[in-house]
C-alpha cells in the first residue's frame, strides 16, 4: 500500500481513538466536571479533520501520479526495515537486561549486535573491542565522574 | 540595573575557570556530533544532555550553549570537506564550500566559515543583549489568553513553515500536543490515556520524545543510506586561513547577513536554515560575480554561515524571554532548562539574571573559543570525518540510551524511547516534519494551563481569546503564518502572469 496513503489512514484511526478516549475521561471532581476532557477533545477533533484533509489529497495525488510513481512510494520490507526491527529487539531486551546483569554487561552486548548490524559479521573482533571500550568509558564518565549511578552487575565491581 | 552592568556581572561568572572549561568541552563535543551527517544541534543537545544533569544550572547551560553552537560550526566542516551537511542550516555550505575544497581551497573554506560564524554569533549575541530586557518586560503583561495564542502562534508558524505538506506539519503538531496530554491533569487530578500504566501517570518525559526523535529515529533513518566505509576528504591542511583579497570579498556579506539572520532566527519556524538559504540568494543576486555561485565563491559560503550563527542566537530570544521555542532545537534547550527547575520566560529575566546574563557572557566567550577551535585546530577535529559511520552511528545509541536512563533512572523509559524512535522514523519516511511535534511535546503543558485559566476566569466564554488587542495581533499574525506559504505561490504567479501580459502588449504595440 502506498505509504502516503496508509500514514493518513493511520492518523485518522489515531484521531478517533484519541477523540473517543477523550470524551470518555473520567469528569473532575473539583471544579467543572468536563474540563479535563476540553482541550483533548478539541485536539482530537482537528486531528480528525486533518487527517480527513490528509486522505483526500493523498487519494487526489494517486490519481495523478502514473503506476510506477505509485508503486515507488509503497511500503517494502526490505534491509534497512530488518535492521530497524533488529535494533528495536535489541533495545527490548537491553531494556531487560540492564538491571538484572548491570550496565557494562548489557551495553557490551547491546553494542556489539548493534556493530554487527550497522558494520557486517565481518568486524566481529573489531565490534567486540569498540563495544567493551565504549561500554567501559561510558561507566567511568557517568557513573564514576558525573555520579550517574549506573546498575551494577552481579559481580559487583561494573 | 541596566543590560549593560548585567552583562559585566554575567561575564564575572562565565569567566570562572571552570565554567571557560565547560563551554570548551560543549564546544568540542558539539562539534564533532554536528559534524555527523544528519546529527544537527538539536541532536547534538538531546544526546549530550546527561553529560549537564549533576552540574549546577550556570554550568549545566554553558555548557549545553557550547554543544549549540560547537554544532552549529561542526555541520559546516562536513559541508565542505564532504558535501554532506551536519543539518539543515549547513545545506548552503555545500554549495560553494565543497566545489572550494575540490579546486584545493580547503583551508580558506575552512576558514572563512568560522570567521562569518564567528562574526555572526558575536553581532547576533550584542543585538541580544539589548533586546532582550526590553521583549521581557514587555511579555510580563502577558495573561493566560495571550500566552495560549502566543502558543498557538510559534505552533502554526513552524508548522506552516516547514518544508513539504503543510497539513502534515499541523499533524505533527497535533500529535505532539496530544503527548502532552498523558499523564494525571496537575488541575483535576483526573488520570488520562496513562492505560492503567503507573509509569505513565507523571507523563511522558519531554526529553525521552526529544532524544528519542531526534537521536534514535535519525539513527535508524541512518540504515538507509549509511555508506560502507569512510569518504574521500582532505585529511591534510596547509595554514587554514583567508587572503586579503577573500577577506575584501566577504566582509560586507557578513555584515549584511548577520543581522539579517538573527533577525530571521527570532521569528518562530524559519531559524538557521532559512537564514543561510536566504541570504545566499541575498549575496547571489547582489554580488558582481553571480556565475561564480556554486563553482566556489568564498562569499557564497561566508553570508550563509554568518546568517545560520546570528539565526541560531536570535532563535533564543523568544525562548528565554517569552518562555516560546521556536525551532526544534531551541525546543531542546528550553527542555534542558526546564530540567534543570528553571522556567523559561520573563520572570527568568528578573529572578535569575546570574543565570542568565551568564549565559549571554558565556556566548560571546563560546563564541571565541568555538572560532579558535575552528581555525587552527580544524584539521585536527575533521578527523572525526574519518570514522566511519557504521561505528559512530551505535555509539551515538549507546549514548542515547544512558541518556534517557540518567534521566528517570528507570528502564521502562527505554520502552518509550524506542516507542517515539520508530515513531520519528516512520513520521520522517511518510515526510511528516518532526519539529513541530518536538515543540508541542514541550510547551504542550503550559499551553494547556493558559487555555484553561483563560477559560476559567472568561467562564467559559472563548471570545476572550479575542478581547484585547495584542491577542488580536496575534491572532492575525497566527492566521497569517498559515495563509502566507499559500498566498505567496499564488501572488508570485499571479505578478507573473500580469508581468507577461504587459509584456505581450508592448510588444503587440
Not at chain 1, 483526500?56 to 526491527?85: H, P, R, V, W
Not at chain 2, 502566507?484 to 502572469?497: D, E, G, M, R, T
Request: with cysteine; glycine share 10%.
Amino acid at each position: 500500500m502506498n505509504i502516503s496513503l496508509l500514514s493518513a489512514l493511520v492518523v485518522e484511526l489515531i484521531g478517533f481513538i484519541y477523540t473517543f478516549s477523550a470524551l470518555t475521561l473520567p469528569s473532575a471532581t473539583i471544579g467543572r466536571s468536563y474540563e479535563p476532557k476540553i482541550f483533548p477533545a478539541l485536539l482530537g477533533i482537528c486531528l480528525l479533520i486533518l487527517g480527513g484533509v490528509l486522505i483526500i489529497q493523498e487519494i487526489l495525488a494517486i490519481k495523478k501520479k502514473t503506476k510506477e510513481e505509485n508503486s515507488d512510494n509503497n511500503m517494502k520490507f526490505g534491509d534497512s526495515e530488518k535492521k530497524i526491527a533488529i535494533t528495536v529487539l535489541n533495545g527490548v531486551v537491553y531494556a531487560l537486561l540492564f538491571n538484572p546483569i548491570g550496565y557494562v554487561f548489557s551495553t557490551i552486548l547491546f553494542l556489539m549486535v548493534e556493530l554487527l548490524t550497522f558494520g557486517g559479521k565481518k568486524a566481529l573482533k573489531k565490534s567486540i573491542i569498540i563495544a567493551v571500550l565504549f561500554s567501559a568509558i561510558a561507566y567511568l564518565i557517568f557513573d564514576v565522574g558525573l555520579g550517574i549511578y549506573l546498575p551494577k552487575s552481579f559481580l559487583g565491581i561494573f | 540595573m541596566d543590560s549593560f552592568a548585567l552583562l559585566l556581572q554575567g561575564f564575572t561568572v562565565a569567566m570562572q575557570p571552570m565554567n571557560i572549561l565547560w563551554v570548551t568541552i560543549g564546544g568540542v563535543l558539539g562539534t564533532i556530533v554536528g559534524m555527523l551527517p544528519g546529527l544537527g544541534p538539536a541532536t547534538g543537545v538531546a544526546i549530550l544532555l546527561p553529560l549537564t544533569f549533576t552540574m549546577g544550572p550556570v554550568a549545566a547551560l554553558i555548557t549545553m550553549c557550547g554543544v549549540y553552537y560547537g554544532a552549529m560550526y561542526g555541520g559546516s566542516r562536513s559541508s565542505i570537506l564532504i558535501n554532506t551537511p551536519g543539518d539543515g542550516a549547513a545545506i548552503a555550505a555545500t554549495f560553494d564550500g565543497y566545489p572550494m575544497s575540490q579546486t584545493g581551497r580547503a583551508e580558506a573554506a575552512l576558514a572563512i566559515s568560522a570567521i562569518a560564524s564567528f562574526f555572526g554569533g558575536t553581532v547576533a549575541t550584542i543585538i541580544m543583549v539589548f533586546v532582550a530586557v526590553p521583549v521581557s518586560r514587555f511579555a510580563l503583561h502577558f495573561g493566560p489568553m495571550q500566552y495560549f495564542l502566543l502558543y498557538v502562534f510559534a505552533l502554526s508558524a513552524t508548522a506552516s513553515m516547514c518544508e513539504g505538506n503543510r497539513i502534515k506539519g499541523f499533524i505533527s503538531m497535533i500529535i505532539g500536543l496530544m503527548i502532552s496530554t498523558v499523564g494525571i491533569d496537575p488541575q483535576s487530578g483526573v488520570n488520562r490515556f496513562t492505560f492503567g500504566l503507573l509509569e505513565l501517570q507523571g507523563g511522558i518525559d519531554f526529553l525521552i520524545v526529544i532524544i528519542a526523535i531526534f537521536a534514535l529515529g535519525e539513527v535508524l533513518k541512518s540504515f538507509k543510506n549509511i555508506s560502507d566505509g569512510k569518504k574521500k576528504m582532505q585529511t591534510k591542511f596547509g595554514k587554514i586561513w583567508i587572503s586579503k583579497e577573500e577577506w575584501k570579498r566577504c566582509i560586507w556579506p557578513i555584515i549584511r547577513s548577520s543581522p539579517f539572520g538573527f533577525l530571521v532566527g527570532v521569528l518562530p519556524g524559519a531559524g538557521g536554515t532559512i537564514a543561510s538559504l536566504m541570504s545566499y540568494n541575498n549575496e547571489k543576486q547582489l554580488s558582481k560575480h553571480p556565475e561564480e555561485f556554486g563553482k566556489g565563491a568564498i562569499e557564497g559560503v561566508a553570508a550563509p554561515e554568518a546568517a545560520n550563527n546570528a539565526a541560531s542566537v536570535g532563535a533564543l530570544i523568544p525562548m528565554l524571554a517569552l518562555g516560546v521555542p521556536g525551532s526544534g532545537t531551541t525546543a531542546v534547550m528550553m527542555g534542558a532548562l526546564m530540567m534543570l527547575g528553571l522556567q523559561p520566560g520573563p520572570t527568568l529575566f528578573q529572578q535569575q539574571t546570574d543565570i542568565v546574563w551568564g549565559l549571554i557572557a558565556s556566548m560571546f566567550i563560546g563564541n571565541i573559543i568555538l572560532a579558535f577551535l575552528n581555525i587552527p585546530m580544524a584539521g585536527l577535529l575533521v578527523r572525526v570525518l574519518a570514522v566511519p559511520p557504521k561505528i559512530l552511528y551505535p555509539i551515538v545509541l549507546g549514548l542515547t540510551f544512558i541518556g534517557t536512563y540518567a534521566i528517570s533512572y528507570a528502564t521502562f523509559d527505554f520502552f518509550i524511547l524506542l516507542i517515539f524512535g520508530v515513531l520519528g522514523y516512520f513520521l520522517a519516511k511518510a515526510k511528516f516534519p518532526t519539529s513541530p511535534l518536538v515543540l508541542a511535546v514541550i510547551v504542550g503543558t503550559s499551553m494547556e494551563q493558559s487555555f484553561r485559566r483563560a477559560y476559567k476566569v472568561s467562564d467559559g466564554n472563548l471570545l476572550v481569546f479575542a478581547k484585547s488587542p495584542l491577542c488580536i495581533i496575534l491572532l492575525i499574525l497566527t492566521i497569517g503564518s498559515i495563509l502566507l506559504p499559500v498566498i505567496s505561490p499564488i501572488a508570485k504567479s499571479w505578478k507573473n502572469s500580469v508581468m507577461e501580459k504587459i509584456a505581450a502588449r508592448k510588444r503587440a504595440k
